[in-house]
């Protein structure tokens, strides 16, 4: 799915310490935080990535989670939602069918980047997203969302 967002983004550069944010197994946070470039603080912020007075656009990929605990469920060894879940077993194939989506709509036009980590440049994914019509949750139970951000290059 595609959807334009130019003039829609809502820009918190809160977003950014999202990272840092403990959850299951990972009690400061993301571990790529200050590792990666692509990740928070390198990540550069969204005014001086894209060119935000030219179109740019959410290019999602939609992930069936309950369809995945079901499949999952099948497997004796793990025998809890939360094994069921893990992203171990789903992330990268998300993660890889969105790479495809982006770079079949950039082809041609070379003067188009991406991020896949909105957050890490100030971008409120989630507030944008529901705001232009994407069912997204906070807290996603049976659909997960995946979320690239394309844009012109800022010269």
């Known amino acids: 799915m595609i ?6 983004l809502i820009i918190d550069m809160r977003a950014r310490e999202w990272c840092l944010i403990p959850y299951s197994m990972h ?7 200050g590792k990666r470039p692509e990740c928070p603080p390198q990540a ?15 290019v999602v990929e939609i992930f069936d989670m309950k369809a995945q605990v079901e499949k999952m469920a ?7 939602n939360a094994q069921r879940r893990c992203c171990l077993y789903w992330q990268n194939g998300v993660r890889k069918r ?7 709509f950039i082809t041609g036009f070379p003067q188009l980047v991406y ?9 409120d994914v989630i507030k944008t997203a529901q705001n232009v019509g ?12 995946k979320i690239a ?3 012109f290059r800022k010269v």
Not at 98 to 104: A, F, G, P, R, S
Not at 115 to 123: D, F, K, V
Request: net charge negative; charged share 25%.
């Open 27 to 33: 009690a400061k946070g993301c571990p790529n935080y």
């Open 134 to 145: 994407i069912p997204i949750e906070t807290k996603p139970k049976d659909t997960i969302y």
């Open 44 to 58: 550069p912020f969204i005014q001086n990535f894209i060119d935000l007075s030219r179109a740019h656009f959410f």
């Open 115 to 123: 991020t896949l980590i909105p957050e890490a440049m100030g971008i």
């Open 74 to 80: 099948l497997n004796p060894r793990l025998k809890t």
């Open 98 to 104: 969105l790479i495809e989506q982006v770079e079949d």
């Open 3 to 8: 959807v334009e967002v130019t003039g829609k």
């Open 149 to 151: 951000l394309v844009g």
